[in-house]
Nanobody, 123 residues
Framework: QVQLVESGGGLVQAGGSLRLSCAASGRTFSSAAMGWFRQAPGKEREFVATIRWSGDSTYYADAVKGRFTISRDNAKNTAYLQMNSLKPEDTAVYYC????????????????WGQGTHVTVSS
């Protein structure tokens, strides 16, 4: 089992930055691919970014490419999502997820999920 707890969400003005954290406990974090997803009101959950267990491969949704950066610190059992140049359309609940296989952008293939953290970007 893996427990995931997100933090770092909040209210920010357009153009601002936030850094989300995902603290993991339980099964070996360093073996897990980590992903970030988001769900805006009235919309389906969508892929944001994912990172390989080793940290040497990352993938991003086109909507966030060049603005968001996913990273991880296996010594701290924590994954991060640095979000810069935020836009109102980035407003959503952000979730981190883990799976003990390769990276994927498919939310259905992740085994463990956090409770989410709210991000609101005002215009």
């Amino acid at each position: 089992q893996v427990q995931l707890v997100e933090s770092g969400g909040g209210l920010v003005q357009a153009g601002g930055s936030l850094r989300l954290s995902c603290a993991a406990s339980g099964r070996t974090f360093s073996s897990a691919a980590m992903g970030w997803f988001r769900q805006a009101p009235g919309k389906e959950r969508e892929f944001v970014a994912t990172i390989r267990w080793s940290g040497d491969s990352t993938y991003y949704a086109d909507a966030v490419k060049g603005r968001f950066t996913i990273s991880r610190d296996n010594a701290k059992n924590t994954a991060y999502l640095q979000m810069n140049s935020l836009k109102p359309e980035d407003t959503a609940v952000y979730y981190c997820a883990a799976r003990f296989r390769g990276v994927t952008t498919d939310a259905a293939l992740y085994d463990y999920w956090g409770q989410g953290t709210h991000v609101t970007v005002s215009s």
